[in-house]
């Protein structure tokens, strides 16, 4: 009885020994399956928290470079998410999806995929060292949504209104180097994007340079036009800004910018140049014919249109023109030679002027005497006025009417009236 207890001892021994590598085999991989789901179940939580971060800052991934470091921070928070939960994401870390831009509301798609290391020697062998598990959220752009919420915890931001001005808009192929101007509104920082087209009409060989931009500052596009004379190109242009509140466009027809062929030899060219072409109003523009034939054409006749009303309003090859008032204007020349030959050039919003901004100074314990000198630094163009009875001398000033710190104010601009008094 002894002998066979011990054999029947020795049989469980074996089986036990042979059943034990499976039942490890198969926790372990129990162990890695579970790794992986709660991996997988971790790899959603964070792809929800990286796309409700890429909502709230949309905008920076339609703007070129990381100007407020916010990309940054989304990569180091997706790689530190990455790291807490054992998993190895891809490198680089793929940007957020905006398919439909950055206006409120539109989808922001985030897909990340994460390598989770395989333990289980068998199951390793099998399926590799690693296994890809992936996740995908959508968020709705939320950038400025509280901002913009009355009661929201914060200021309104203003959206932008995407406004610009080119000059000149029009010239003589077949070069012609043309000025933006981004006049656009809304609350800072504005990312604009401009895309300068290349020829979209006319009847030449046109190009643009440089095609498109994402600078705020002016912007400097050289065109060209080819081909036989007369022959014209035409341009159109787009400024798209966003900023926190929102984002707006400004798309321009397609004959915004115009370049024509000039005449071949002999026949004229009307050519001008004018200085300065931009200025605060009032402003004296003086504008000069600019012979291109070199001599070999005699002039006889040149008229000049600076109200693009068709009425000539000077003459003579220099002459002068005062611009009171804001605005983008056209400037016509019409040259006659002594055979009888004309040619006529228009410069659309060749002359900016831009409204002259005063500010009303405080006078308050300010001396009656250097009042009219505090109003003239100011840029305004009337006369103190001294509110009565008074006293006499050189009293110092308590009240004024309009007060201090009224930007430009209306109607009368910087022609504006004051009061002042003791």
Not at 94 to 122: E, K, N, R, Y
Request: net charge negative; with cysteine; hydrophobic share 35%.
């Amino acid at each position: 009885m002894r002998r066979r207890h011990m054999r029947t001892r020795g049989q469980s021994v074996v089986e036990f020994a042979l059943v034990v590598p499976l039942l490890l085999l198969l926790t372990m991989t129990a162990i890695d399956f579970g790794r992986v789901f709660l991996g997988w179940v971790n790899l959603q939580q964070m792809t929800r928290i990286a796309a409700s971060q890429a909502a709230e800052h949309a905008s920076i991934w339609a703007t070129p470079g990381d100007p407020t470091g916010q990309k940054a921070k989304y990569e180091a928070k997706v790689e530190n998410d990455a790291r807490a939960i054992n998993c190895v994401p891809q490198n680089p870390i793929p940007d957020p999806i905006l398919s439909g831009g950055t206006a409120l509301g539109a989808p922001v798609t985030v897909g990340l995929t994460c390598q989770f290391h395989i333990i289980t020697p068998v199951i390793s062998n099998i399926l590799g060292g690693t296994i890809l598990v992936s996740s995908e959220t959508t968020y709705p752009v939320k950038e400025g949504v509280v901002a913009t919420v009355p009661g929201g915890g914060a200021p309104i931001v203003t959206p932008p209104d995407a406004k610009f001005v080119a000059s000149p808009q029009s010239g003589w192929g077949p070069s012609l180097v043309v000025t933006f101007a981004n006049n656009s509104t809304g609350a800072p920082p504005m990312f604009p994007v401009w895309n300068f087209v290349n020829v979209i009409g006319g009847t030449g060989t046109g190009t643009a340079n440089p095609p498109n931009s994402f600078s705020a500052g002016p912007q400097t596009v050289t065109y060209g036009c080819t081909g036989t004379p007369g022959q014209t190109c035409t341009f159109g242009v787009s400024l798209d800004v966003s900023n926190a509140g929102g984002s707006d466009s400004a798309v321009t027809v397609a004959d915004y910018i115009t370049l024509t062929v000039p005449p071949d030899p002999p026949d004229p060219i009307a050519e001008f140049t004018g200085t300065p072409r931009t200025g605060l109003e009032p402003q004296n523009v003086n504008f000069s014919f600019v012979d291109l034939r070199g001599g070999t054409v005699t002039y006889t006749t040149y008229e000049w249109d600076f109200n693009a009303d068709g009425v000539f309003d000077a003459t003579g090859a220099s002459t002068s023109h005062n611009y009171p008032t804001d605005g983008a204007y056209d400037v016509t020349l019409k040259v006659t030679t002594d055979t009888g030959a004309t040619n006529t050039l228009t410069k659309k919003a060749y002359i900016v002027i831009t409204d002259k901004i005063c500010t009303v100074p405080d006078f308050g314990n300010t001396k009656k005497n250097s009042a009219q000198g505090t109003w003239a630094a100011a840029g305004f163009t009337t006369t103190v006025q001294f509110a009565t009875p008074a006293p006499n001398g050189n009293w110092t000033i308590n009240t004024q009417v309009p007060p201090g710190g009224i930007i430009d104010p209306q109607p009368l601009g910087c022609g504006t009236n004051i009061t002042v008094g003791p």
